[in-house]
Nanobody, 123 residues
Framework: QGQLVESGGGLVQAGGSLRLSCVGS????????MGWFRQAPGKEREFLAA????????RYADSMKARLTISRDNAVNTGYLQMNSLKVEDTAVYYC????????????????WGRGTQVTVSS
């Protein structure tokens, strides 16, 4: 079975940046799309971005696309999410996921999921 592990979260001041990483193990994730989601306390899980297995296609939530960049390095089975101009309301647990079908609706992704990394943005 495959496993995804996120890292790179932490405490950052508003206006700052973070780069999250998601390392896959147990199988080769280079033939999976990868995505990033987040969930704040009391809120539903929210789609942020996804990238195709080759890295040539990506898509973003409209509300976030100006501040996010998703990328991947299949040589090291790792995906990344660069987040800029962070706001207090970005505070949440951030999850990465892997799905066979890049075009699958984010709410239906049911492949592999990491356990999340906490991002806290202070004012």
């Amino acid at each position: 079975q495959g496993q995804l592990v996120e890292s790179g979260g932490g405490l950052v001041q508003a206006g700052g940046s973070l780069r999250l990483s998601c390392v896959g193990s147990g199988r080769t994730f280079s033939n999976y799309a990868m995505g990033w989601f987040r969930q704040a306390p009391g809120k539903e899980r929210e789609f942020l971005a996804a990238i195709s297995w080759s890295g040539t296609s990506s898509r973003y939530a409209d509300s976030m696309k100006a501040r996010l960049t998703i990328s991947r390095d299949n040589a090291v089975n790792t995906g990344y999410l660069q987040m800029n101009s962070l706001k207090v309301e970005d505070t949440a647990v951030y999850y990465c996921a892997a799905e066979r079908d890049y075009l699958k609706a984010p709410k239906t992704w049911d492949g592999f999921w990491g356990r999340g990394t906490q991002v806290t943005v202070s004012s």
